[in-house]
Every structure is written in structure tokens, then in C-alpha cells.
């Protein structure tokens, strides 16, 4: 666990969840198999696919990304396959297409629940591996990149109500990746917030209790949302301290029990085994040594990961190791 940097990425692997997803990346990553990524907004499934690609045999071919939600139908079939000159009009000279651009790296179709029928349909051929032309083209186009997709609806759904074929799905799917919401890791928030606030504003930092807060909210818009909101507050604070009335009105009007924090956080950190077998004492114990060893005994860093503060860890340590219990 930690951070794992590459091409000009920083990301954090600080769960359990995490961990195996990375895992299932590198797996699939070394496969060659088509990937389709799902999961929330903002949950990471862009940094997901490029990680695939920077794990395979791929990573030195192109990486070629496309937003099928950003363009109308016909631009993302002459973006996808490319043209040839005077194929409609407006095209004043041949273009390649993203899968000829691709070569044999890595093709990252982005919200491929946008696609429509006919691209859905074209698309289901190419990736049965035949041929095709450029628009208005006479020459055979053999396309031989790999496809990650990713979505943030249900696909599922989509091809429930018969928006999206079913054989695309399971030809785009044949392996899956979820990528997690933020509030099933809440013990990777403070790490990200301190990471973010870092980037925004070097010598700033956070009051106690704004971790605090940070950690039980449920962050709908996920990793995304924790970084604006925090690029928010490190602009609006004057003193380079960052309190509660620096953040969103919603953060400042939740109170949360010492005991419901811990029980979230613990639903972040623990297994669903040990949160039911164990006492709070016991528990709070385990997640404190798990804590502790994940920031390799810092105990500062232990503290805002539990978002407790660091004198009331050290109490705990020293009631724990006394040798008279
Ligand atoms: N594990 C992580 N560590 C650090 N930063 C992350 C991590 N996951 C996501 N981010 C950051 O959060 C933001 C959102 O990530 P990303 O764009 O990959 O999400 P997404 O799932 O593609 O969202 P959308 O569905 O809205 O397109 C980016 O700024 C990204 O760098
Ligand atoms: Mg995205």
C-alpha cells in the first residue's frame, strides 16, 4: 500500500479494496483482454485505464483516449475510424482514425455508455477483429488495439432497457474492473486531503477536526469532490490553517459521535469478520495497530489517518503497552 507513481501520475493505494483493485489492474494489465472499467463519478477509472496500459506489454505503443459522451454521433464515428479526402463535406484532406493512432497500444474509449446503436454496432465488428475503411476510404484498415472502456452507469441497466447491446457488453466486459466509491475507503480521505492540500498550498494545513469531518462525509462526486473541495478551502483561508468555516455549509452543520466516526472508519479499514467480532475496545484497538502500521509507526500521520489527535493516540498506546493490564 501507498502511492504508486507513473507517466505523470500520482495515485493512492491506501485500502485493502485498493490494493486488490491494483491487483486485478496488473492482472488484467498483463492479459491483453478487452477491460471495461465501471464505478462512480469521480472514483478514479480514468487513472485506472492508464494504469492498465502503463502495466502492459503495450505501455511503450500509443495511449489514445476518446469522451464518446463529448461528441456528437458523426464526429465520433470520423474521430474513430478517420477519412479520407472529400468523404463529406469539410474534409479537405485524409485523416487517420483514433484505432489506426492507436497502432497497437491501448485504446481508452471513455462513457462508452454514450455510444450510439450504429457505433455500438460497428464497433462490435472491429472488436471481433475485422477490417474496416476509413469514411469514404477504398483501402482496409486492420485494427489492432487493445480497448479499455469505462462507464458510470450501469451498463447493465442500459442494456436492460435495450440502450446498449448485450454483445458489445460482453465483448467490451471480458474483463471488469469497479472501481470503489470513496465513502467504502473513508481511511484513503485524509491521506488524499493532506496529497491535494499539498499540491494547492505547500505550508497550509488542516485543524483536527476538519479530517474529522472530511472522513464521515459520503462525497457523492468522490475523489473529485475532495479535491475541489479542498483547492476550495486552501483559497479561502487567509491564515494557512484550514478550520471547518473553510469548508462547504453542509460540513460545518454535521456533528458525528466519537462512535459512529469509529465504526465508519472501521468499515473502511476493517473486514466485515472483525467489525462483528470484536468489542469497541478491541476494535479500537486493531485499528489503531493497523493505523500504525501503515504509516510505519508515524505517529502523527497514524493520528490523522484515525483522525484523532496525536496526543490522545499516544494516551491509548501507553494505556495498551502498560504492563500492569
Ligand atoms: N487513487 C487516487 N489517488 C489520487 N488521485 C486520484 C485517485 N483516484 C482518482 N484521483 C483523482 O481524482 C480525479 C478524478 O479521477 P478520474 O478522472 O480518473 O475519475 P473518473 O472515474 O474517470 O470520473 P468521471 O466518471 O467523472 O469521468 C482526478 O483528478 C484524479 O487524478
Ligand atoms: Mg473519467
Known sequence: MGWERFDDIVMLVGSPLMTGLMESVRRAAASGAN????????????????????????????????????????LAESELFGYEKGAFSGADSAKPGLFELAQD????LDEIGELDRKLQS???????????????????????????????????????????????????????????????RRGEIGPLAEYFLEQERPRARFAQQVIQALETYDWPGNIRELRNVVASAAAMCPDGIIGLSHLPGHFRDRQVSDSEALSRLAAAVLTSEEQSSFRLEEME????????????????????LLGVSRRTLSRKLKEWTRPNR
Open 285 to 304: 484497538r486493531r485499528l489503531v495497530a493497523r493505523a500504525m502500521a501503515f504509516t510505519n509507526g508515524h505517529q502523527q500521520r497514524a493520528a490523522g
Open 35 to 74: 477491460v471495461l472499467i465501471e464505478g462512480e463519478t469521480g472514483t478514479g477509472k480514468e487513472l485506472i485505464a492508464r494504469a492498465i496500459h502503463h502495466f502492459s506489454p503495450r505501455s511503450s505503443a500509443p495511449w489514445v483516449d476518446i469522451n464518446c459522451a463529448a461528441l456528437p454521433d458523426h
Open 105 to 108: 497500444g491501448t485504446l481508452f
Open 122 to 184: 460497428k464497433l462490435l465488428r472491429i472488436l471481433d477483429g475485422a477490417p474496416y475503411y476509413r469514411l469514404g476510404g477504398t483501402r482496409k484498415v486492420t485494427p489492432r488495439a487493445r480497448i479499455v472502456a469505462a462507464t458510470n452507469r450501469k451498463l447493465e441497466t442500459a442494456v436492460a432497457g435495450g440502450e446498449f447491446r448485450r454483445d458489445l457488453y460482453h465483448r467490451l466486459g471480458a474483463i471488469r474492473i469497479e472501481t470503489p466509491p470513496l465513502r467504502a
